[in-house]
């Protein structure tokens, strides 16, 4: 029977994980979760070894990523989400890239080169500008969900303006902009250009010279991915599933 | 999906002088293209520094600074099309790619990002010609030294920075021979509270200021060839000199009610005197500006008849919406004052010894510049500028960007109000990026404080 | 670690009052190493360099000093207007930068201590500016700090009312030199392949430098050298240059981090000590002039020089990692810090050209979340060294 390894990211708000076989993945899981990263990655651990039938024995290595990687007690490995998301990517694409991450707790663009080797990274997780946590505020602001703030967005004529040098008063600028009478959809529409715009900063850093590979929960916006590309000039590729990259790399690196 | 970008517009002039500023301006940067073509040497230089020892060793200046001023309010290729962000924009976001930090002077980040490009060209009225030298100085700000610096590096051109160390919380060093009235707050001064001094200019700072001026003279000669001419050295200091007596006279005459000229020309007309002191047509263009104002003076003719407010700026400004500056006029207010960018009484001329005269009017305050300085002088410029020009309320420019400028507002707001009863409101983005510009947000506060104004008047 | 140092790194300020009971001496807080310390040290002066406190929020200080500044400079500020510094008997305040200078003015405001007037002038002000300037070389500028620090030695002579001679100053400055030899020695070993020194450990010996009498700190200099020279030497990690500003007692955490992350900071550039010292006051000259002479060396991000063609920030740190084996550079910036940010981009390049290594940009809120945010960063640039 072969080993398996396991490549667990846990997040701020939610845990990620893959079951590689033969650097082959048989499993996956993503979850929102409120508990503590070990927990959730043991939880998560025990689902997805459920999934394939296996047992504990059989997972060679456990390696873990994201902001909660230390809490996780039974990882043998724990290696940064930027040296991670580089190997995801390096392994979907095949090629070096330019990889963008952004998820609740921050957002990362790495120069990736080859073998997923990480040549520069540029990471912002101290603002919550640019990340699945000011997307989320700003839903709560506007009493509307994720999907529909994405939704509404796509539909905008234009955009409501959002100051994007901080959070803080970026959330107030939302305010002011429903005071001012700006249309809802316009609104939204000012959020994922903020959103963008910061995600555009941590681009230009690190200087886009190869393909541009978009994956972390933020990635499933396909209004942000559109701005992106209009930013860009170029295609953007988002990976089928985007909350797995950072999880996938870790596995590799326990390979 | 076209972004909704906030109002920007140009102002409102009232002055007929101030409409001729705009070809003036063109004219400048013309003749720059002009005397690089023709192989004259070019300076990259700032603002704050002295202009005379350049048209007397016969080099062209050229102001990052100003161009940067131009790319707030300018879009490429000079399109209107207001989708198209401002020309700042573009060359800031460059800078920031490259490291620069985003809370950097937006002038530093512009003109940065526009060298970065490579090509000076794509910019503004056919961009800046490429310099044969490059100028500085530190005063007034750490910013302006460091960036120019990184621009020689860039450009691969000889680099000079006129030093004049920052003289601590003084009151201004004016004119020496002068007396200084008390300041009208200085009964309310308890020791500790409100302390401001004045001292005057040791020796030894008056010999390292000359040797700085002697210093970069050398550097010109070693770089460009060009000599010394004292004559030519005179002349410039002569028209400087007779230019500032003339903004004096324009001070005193803009403290006439209804005010005749308003901050929206003042921030217009303060481009050939900043730039081009020492020149023929710098005297020329103020002399008509003074007889202008005379004429409306004499006919009692001001920005807005009926004055029901006036407002003292503070700041340097919002280039890229300078529409702000008549914002009031509705409620009828008018921006009265600005400080900045006016001159303070020069020494008396020494032809005999003029690098000893520049030297004391560089000593002077940003070279005889009102210009943000330390606390102590930002202090008593804001309290003598709101008495002598009667405003009720001054609008504060939290420039969120230019440290030496913003670093005593919230001083300012609060001697200003508890000192003076004299309410103030703040503006806060940068000076030419158009992005940390809240349209919502400045209005909503602007449109309370007309009200509070108002209800004072009352 | 250097417990011989840990009683002033921990308890700075009790250690400084009493000294000051103990002795009968007064204590001079100062912002910048521009400061003439041989100066106070030659009055009876004990020199101690003010720092931030990590506390938040900085509730006093907001009151009058916008958010979008400096953050050490506030905290600093703030701990003045919360009486923390009242211990100390005077201040000195450099042209340091566009914000230091700026102490002048807050300090006096902030934590007012009134002192004697002659006719109005202050003959020993509480908060003394020197006006620094920004250029350090060039014709002029050595006479024109020289009267500088003349004024400087008037108002200490003033405040003890005892007269500094040459040969208290001279006095001093061999107790100076000493520290200086000793730092020297330190660099040393920390250059060295087998490296006994963390960087956290060597940032303690240079802080704790600053805060207590050189000839105290020089005597028990003599015990740790010995002592490490002793030790096994630490498991590798990567060799790490540190450029950065604000970096005191609270902030010194970015060593640990480091460290954690398996780094390990051989040489730095922070505004503390031997950063900007590495060499001995000229004992051949008059000892003004030879003080004069050491501070116009210092090549920190706010100093300039006459040279046409300048690159001299970048030689500087060349000479100063020469022999250190360094493998990365991190960058460890505050925020607002337009000096140590404008030429991070040139220094970056030229880290890259001509010493062939990468570069980490850090920036620094002086708070937990900065540092807690450079963890991870810290670690990926580890990582990335490692590969």
């Known amino acids: 029977m072969t080993m398996l390894v396991a490549g667990i990211d846990t997040g701020q708000q939610s845990v990620k994980a893959v079951l590689l076989e033969d650097s082959e993945m048989v499993a996956h899981k993503a979850y929102e979760t409120e508990t503590d990263s070990d927990t959730a990655a043991r939880d998560t651990l025990e689902d997805l070894l459920k999934e394939v039938g296996a047992d504990r024995n059989r997972v060679k290595r456990i390696a873990a990523t994201g902001l909660g990687r230390k809490e996780v007690s039974f990882a043998g490995i724990r290696k940064t989400q930027e040296t991670c998301v580089a190997r995801g990517a390096y392994f979907l694409l095949g090629r070096p890239c330019t990889a963008l991450d952004a998820g609740a707790g921050g957002c990362r663009a790495v120069k990736i080169g080859p073998q997923g080797k990480v040549l520069e990274f540029s990471s912002n997780s101290k603002c919550a500008s640019g990340t699945g946590s000011f997307l989320k505020a700003a839903c709560e602001v506007l009493q509307i969900d994720l999907d529909r703030l994405d939704d509404l967005a796509g539909r905008a004529e234009d955009i409501a303006k959002v100051s994007t040098t901080c959070a803080v008063f970026a959330e107030s600028a939302i305010i002011s902009n429903v005071h001012y009478g700006y249309t809802l959809e316009s609104i939204c529409a000012g959020v994922c250009d903020s959103v963008a715009s910061r995600l555009m900063d941590a681009l230009n850093r690190v200087g886009i010279e190869e393909e541009l590979f978009f994956c972390g929960g933020v990635a499933k916006s396909k209004t942000i991915k559109r701005m992106l590309e209009r930013l860009t000039g170029r295609p953007v590729l988002v990976p089928s599933d985007s909350l797995l990259t950072a999880a996938l790399g870790a596995a590799l690196s326990a390979v | ?458 | ?387």
């Open chain 3, 1 to 387: 670690m250097a417990s011989v140092f840990q009683d002033w790194m921990e308890n700075r300020h009790e250690k400084v009052k009493s000294w000051k009971a103990e002795n009968g001496r007064k204590a001079y807080g100062y912002l910048c190493c521009m400061t003439p310390e041989e100066i106070l040290y030659a009055g009876g002066i004990l020199p101690v360099k003010v720092t931030g406190s990590g506390a938040q929020p900085l509730e006093i200080v907001d009151k009058h000093v916008v958010h979008y500044a400096c953050p050490y400079v506030r905290s600093m500020l703030d701990a003045a207007g919360r009486g923390d510094y009242d211990y100390l008997d005077g201040i000195v305040v450099c042209n340091s930068c566009d914000i230091m200078s700026r102490c002048e003015y807050y300090w006096r405001i902030l934590s007012p201590h009134q002192k004697p007037t002659v006719l109005g002038v202050e003959l020993s002000p509480y908060v003394l500016y020197i006006k620094s300037p920004e250029k350090i070389s060039g014709p002029g500028v050595h006479e024109y700090l020289l009267g500088e620090f003349r004024i400087f030695k008037q108002h200490i002579e003033r405040e003890t009312r005892e007269s500094i001679t040459d040969k208290k100053l001279s006095q001093a400055i061999e107790v100076y030199n000493e520290h200086y030899d000793w730092m020297q020695r330190m660099h040393a070993l920390r250059k060295d392949k087998s490296l006994k020194i963390p960087g956290s450990e060597a940032f303690m010996v240079e802080f704790t430098a600053l805060q207590m009498p050189k000839d105290v700190h020089n005597r028990r200099m003599a015990s740790f050298i010995k002592e490490v020279e002793n030790r096994e030497p630490l498991s590798k990690g990567v060799r790490v240059f540190l450029s950065g500003g604000a970096v005191d007692q609270f902030t010194a955490r970015i060593y640990s981090v480091i460290e954690e992350a398996g780094g390990n900071v051989v040489a730095e550039d922070i505004g503390v000590g031997a950063s900007y010292f590495g060499h001995k006051i000229d004992t051949s000259i008059p000892p003004m002039d030879a003080i004069v002479n050491h501070r116009l060396d210092v090549h920190c991000p706010h100093t300039m020089t006459s040279d046409y063609h300048p690159r001299e920030r970048l030689d500087y740190i060349k000479k100063k990692l020469e022999g250190a084996d360094i493998q990365g550079a991190i960058f460890f910036v505050p925020m607002y810090c337009e000096c140590r940010n404008l030429e991070y981009p040139f220094l970056k390049e030229k880290f890259k050209e001509e010493l062939g290594i990468p570069s980490l940009y850090l920036e620094s809120d002086y708070g937990q979340g900065s540092l807690d945010e450079a963890v991870s960063k810290v670690e990926a640039f580890i990582e990335m060294l490692e590969a």
């Open chain 2, 1 to 458: 999906m076209e972004a909704k970008k906030p109002k920007t517009a140009p102002s409102k002039k009232s002055i007929q002088t101030a409409r001729e500023v705009w070809p003036y301006v063109k004219a400048e940067y013309a003749a720059a293209h002009q005397a690089k073509a023709e192989g004259k040497p070019v300076v990259w230089s700032c603002a704050i520094i002295p202009k005379e020892l350049y048209w007397a060793m016969d080099l062209y200046p050229v102001f990052p600074e100003h161009y940067a001023v131009l790319t707030g309010m300018m879009r490429r290729d000079g399109t209107k099309d207001e989708s198209v962000e401002k020309e700042a924009v573009r060359f800031a976001r460059i800078a920031e790619a490259a490291g620069f930090a985003g809370y950097l002077c937006g002038y530093a980040r512009s003109s940065i990002g526009h060298v970065l490009t490579g090509d000076l060209s794509d910019a503004p009225l056919g961009g800046l010609p490429k310099p044969d030298l490059i100028v500085t100085t530190s005063f007034v700000c750490d910013l302006r030294g460091k960036w120019l610096r990184y621009l020689a590096q860039e450009l691969n051109v000889p680099f000079y920075i006129l030093d004049i160390p920052e003289r601590g919380c003084d009151i201004p060093f004016l004119q020496p021979g002068l007396r200084t009235a008390l300041l009208p707050f200085y009964n309310k001064i308890r020791r500790g509270e409100r302390d401001l001094f004045f001292s005057p200019v040791a020796d030894h700072e008056l010999d390292y200021t000359q040797k700085q001026w002697e210093e970069l003279v050398k550097f010109i000669e070693n770089v460009t060839g060009h000599r010394y001419d004292q004559d030519r050295f005179n002349e410039a200091l002569d028209l400087s000199y007779k230019t500032n007596e003339l903004r004096l006279e324009i001070l005193e005459l803009r403290k006439a009610a209804p005010a005749p000229m308003g901050v929206a020309d003042g921030l217009t007309v303060m481009y050939p005197g900043l730039y081009t002191l020492g020149t023929q047509r710098a005297y020329d263009f103020y002399e008509r500006l003074r007889e202008e104002l005379r004429d409306r003076v004499t006919q009692g003719l001001g920005v807005i008849e009926k004055e029901k407010f006036r407002l003292l700026w503070m700041g340097l400004a919002p280039w890229f919406n300078m529409s702000l500056f008549n914002y009031f006029e509705k409620y009828g207010g008018v921006f009265a004052f600005e400080p900045i960018y006016n001159m303070v009484p020069f020494p008396p001329r020494m032809p005999e010894n003029p690098m000893r005269e520049l030297t004391i009017r560089t000593l002077q305050q940003s070279g005889g510049l009102i210009a943000p300085s330390m606390i102590g002088q930002a202090v008593s410029t804001l309290v003598n500028a709101a008495h002598e020009y009667r405003c009720s309320g001054a609008v504060l420019f939290y420039l969120i960007t230019c440290r030496p400028v913003v670093y005593p507002t919230v001083e300012i707001a609060r001697v200003l109000q508890e000192d003076f009863g004299i309410p103030s409101v703040p503006l806060e983005c940068d000076l030419i990026d158009e992005r940390t510009y809240s349209e919502a947000q400045t209005l909503a506060r602007f449109d309370a404080f007309a009200e509070q104004l108002l209800k004072r008047a009352e």
